[in-house]
């Protein structure tokens, strides 16, 4: 059953998220207060370090675009593991605010969005489902295509690794 | 006095909300956790399933924009309620994220979204009051004109409907 | 130690929070709901209450930016305080949404929004590192450089003040 065991599920995709991205800047990956953790906007870092850049709707078509979504979607895991150790502690993915560096006429940012929730259901079943936003941004750091922040809920007795 | 029963006030209105838009990708519209319900950023629907499209400033007016915010208050209070049942349960709106599909030198991104803001306090009289952000997008999903989300306090003991 | 005591340490800096900035619409500058604080978001006023304005990346330099976020800062510490009080009251800045007013091609939004990171650090220690997302927008209200919104985590004790 997809989501039971998020671990397992990761492994079986091939995915690895025990590294998460270190903030560029002066901030943390993740907060947790009480039983939610707040993860840092995400952007589409590939496994090797280089990131999906360019705007979508030109430069980046809307399958590229979606595999970006799924790379943020990537991240954002490995930093919500980076807070609550084993992910079977996630009870619930809140909430998705998905940014897409797009044409100002691109019409399909939740298709793009989509690569990184349809991960999300993947890998959370049911606990996955979100609320969300998908939306067109004036640009992103380094031209990146597209970045997601995520809100989710954990189990109250998730302890935070040291 | 307004707000004290929103169910009635929104029929004084005229206003249905018993139809929440469907999400229209890979999420739901909306995710309580303890006493917070985050809704998915909702569009300016018409009654009619219509949208408000074209950029703010240029192809709709400061006044079609402060309608199309009203309208995106209607879905997000029909996509709360989904959650809640009888909106009776909702203790107080917290936050808004408005989000204008702008041109790049439009100012009045706060007069649009009181468009959304001025229906809520309508409906939830003081417990209507929220923390807001209003800013502009670069474009936004199939052109509509706004799109704003919203955090919501519920009472305690509200049930989610089957 | 920075951080120890905000407000000491804001004396330090010569900053005055003891006046947030009125709301330009029908909303509040910020709401609690339960340990969690709401706080709307804030542009870059200076303290006679002049804004900074124009597109990052053109009108505005980096370093003129990064000012500007440190103003938004300062605005949030104050916005913060109305509600709760004494900033000592603080147990986490949660987490940041920081938005650029800049050209499409800019590329140093985190370098941007540490403006106003740098300062929470700053002022209430390793309780003022949080998550945050640094992204890039269409437009702003009346030009404004920058706005940044934030969420803090306060004492259960804490009580709002009349």
Redesign the interface.
Known sequence: MPGANPEERLAQLGIDVSTPASP????????R????V????QGPRRPDGSMVTG?VGSAVSLDEAYEAARLCGVNLIAALKSQVGDLGNVR?I????G?????????????V??GC??LL?DVFGDNG???????????????ISV?I?M?A?VAESTQIPD
Chains 1, 2, 3 share one sequence.
């Open positions: 560029v800047a002066n901030y943390v990956p993740a907060v207060t009480g039983n939610l707040f993860v840092s906007g705007k619930r809140v909430k998705l605010l940014m897409v560096n797009a044409e100002p006429g691109f019409n399909d940012h939740p298709k969005i989509n929730s349809d259901v489902k979100h609320a969300r936003s998908a939306v067109g941004m004036g640009s992103l750091p380094d031209q970045e922040e809100i809920e």
